[in-house]
């Protein structure tokens, strides 16, 4: 009888840590991106397109190194952690980095928080632009809207809420034994090899279940750097910049409405509009960087019918190329296309304007002194028609009605001497057939 009651006993236990500790999550691939500046919308860009494309089964360290940013792109993050179907571990690394502010409070949204030796974590006070936010600023409801959400993510996570909510009210900040010993961390690691050695066996709670991290024998590790649009996005996405950017917009557009015609401050005020209200999220990514590829190639099509010494051409390559840029996010895109195939469709419109500016430069340096070598001044012609009222001659494609000394006849050759542009006709002499 005794007997009975211990394999019983044994049998609630075993069934009571399966209870405890939940299912197993196996880990099949563990996927490394990088966080090393503010807190922005290009940050929430980067993130979400890289966890859209990663496979449930993985383990996400974001190594970060951030001075703080939005509070409502950190939120969005928050939120875009929550949702995802596997955890997220946030590594501050490397050695001197920091999770200030608003990178804080993404920390203690991640299931695992690590730090690597001389890192710090904290500093989580709200400020406005360059300056604590006063008290009818909305400081107190702002700070107090922040510290429940740390504290509704710790309990959570099974941390102590307590130093969170310290960052918040008091701006405190901790060293990595510091934190370690508050036990708001899971350990204090300096590559890899130790971080996985830690994840091993580890159990974590997502979306109310609990389960126990174990890694595959064959698992594999991977890093995801930010592309070359979204690194170009993180300096426009900062709010100061993209407020430049739109002041500059609307000052080159004023000017453009002074002085009509030329259309250069215009069309490079275009641009930074455009660049400012993708920054400020008033335009969607995606659509404004087709509004870009769409004004860049106006652009080098209004080249051709304004003379503006390549200038249009110049602010076009530039529009195409940053639109190119946000659009398509290469490796990290729902649509890809590689930057090899990006930047050879650049290169061939690059050629293609180099060629025709040097056709132009040609022409002119052959015609000599002309006030606008357009005009077929020099060129030679052919003899299409005869009448009494004159001749017409097909000179560069174009056919002109024209006046001479000589007599001609059909077929004959002839060299433009001038241009009467107000009657449209052109005096022309003989040559030898060729």
Do not use: H
């Given at each position: 009888m005794r007997t009975l009651i211990l394999l019983t006993l044994l049998l609630f236990v075993s069934v009571r840590g399966q209870l405890v500790f939940g299912a197993t999550f196996e880990v099949k691939e563990i996927n490394y991106l990088s966080v090393n500046s503010a807190i922005t919308p290009a940050t929430?860009?980067?993130?979400k397109h890289q966890f859209s494309k990663l496979p449930e089964n993985s383990l996400v360290v974001i190594k970060m190194n951030t001075p703080g940013g939005l509070v409502s792109t950190t939120k969005e993050i928050i939120t875009l952690i929550g949702r995802q179907k596997f955890p997220v571990a946030v590594w501050i690394t490397p050695e001197g980095a920091s999770a200030a502010s608003a990178g804080a409070i993404i920390a203690s949204a991640a299931h695992f928080i690590f730090m690597a030796p001389g890192t710090n974590m904290g500093a989580?006070?709200?400020?406005?632009?360059?300056?604590?936010?006063?008290?009818?600023?909305?400081?107190?409801?702002?700070?107090?809207?922040?510290?429940?959400?740390?504290?509704?993510?710790?309990?959570?996570?099974?941390?102590?809420?307590?130093?969170?909510?310290?960052?918040?009210?008091?701006?405190?900040?901790?060293?990595?034994?510091?934190?370690?010993?508050?036990?708001?961390?899971?350990?204090?690691v300096s590559n890899h090899g130790q971080l996985e050695s830690i994840l091993q066996g580890k159990s974590f709670t997502h979306q109310g279940v609990e389960y126990v991290l174990q890694f595959d024998k064959n698992v594999s590790s991977r890093e995801y750097e930010p592309t070359m649009g979204q690194k170009l996005l993180e300096v426009l996405a900062d709010p100061s910049t993209a407020y430049f950017l739109f002041l500059i917009g609307i000052a080159l557009i004023y000017f453009e409405f002074?002085?009509?015609?030329?259309?250069?401050?215009?069309?490079?005020?275009?641009?930074?509009?455009?660049?400012?209200?993708?920054?400020?999220?008033?335009?969607?990514l995606d659509w404004g960087a087709l509004g870009l590829i769409i004004l860049g190639i106006g652009l080098l099509v209004l080249e051709v019918f304004i003379t503006s010494y390549g200038l249009l051409t110049i602010f076009g390559l530039v529009a195409f190329v940053m639109g190119s840029l946000f659009l398509f996010h290469g490796e990290t895109g729902f649509i890809s296309v590689e930057?090899?195939?990006?930047?050879?469709?650049?290169?061939?419109?690059?050629?293609?304007?180099?060629?025709?500016?040097?056709?132009?430069?040609?022409?002119?340096?052959?015609?000599?002194?002309?006030?606008?070598?357009?005009?077929?001044?020099?060129?030679?012609?052919?003899?299409?028609?005869?009448?009494q009222q004159g001749y017409q001659v097909k000179v560069k494609g174009e056919t002109w009605n024209a006046t001479s000394p000589d007599s001609l006849d059909v077929s004959d050759q002839v060299e433009v001497v001038s241009v009467d542009q107000e009657r449209l006709v052109v005096h022309v002499k003989k040559v030898s057939n060729l």
């Open positions: 929430l860009d980067y993130l989580a006070t709200p400020v406005g632009l360059g300056e604590d936010l006063k008290e009818n600023d909305g400081r107190k409801k702002a700070m107090n809207d922040l510290t429940a959400m740390v504290r509704s993510l710790s309990n959570s996570r099974g941390r102590p809420a307590t130093p969170f909510e310290d960052m918040i009210k008091n701006a405190s900040s901790y060293t990595d034994r510091e934190s370690l010993k508050l036990k708001i961390i899971d350990g204090i002074q002085a009509p015609g030329g259309f250069l401050s215009g069309s490079l005020g275009l641009v930074f509009i455009i660049l400012s209200a993708i920054s400020f999220q008033v335009l969607p930057y090899p195939v990006m930047f050879s469709t650049l290169a061939g419109m690059v050629f293609s304007v180099g060629i025709i500016v040097w056709y132009l430069y040609k022409e002119k340096k052959n015609l000599g002194k002309v006030s606008d070598f357009f005009l077929p001044t020099g060129a030679i012609g052919k003899v299409m028609t005869k009448s």
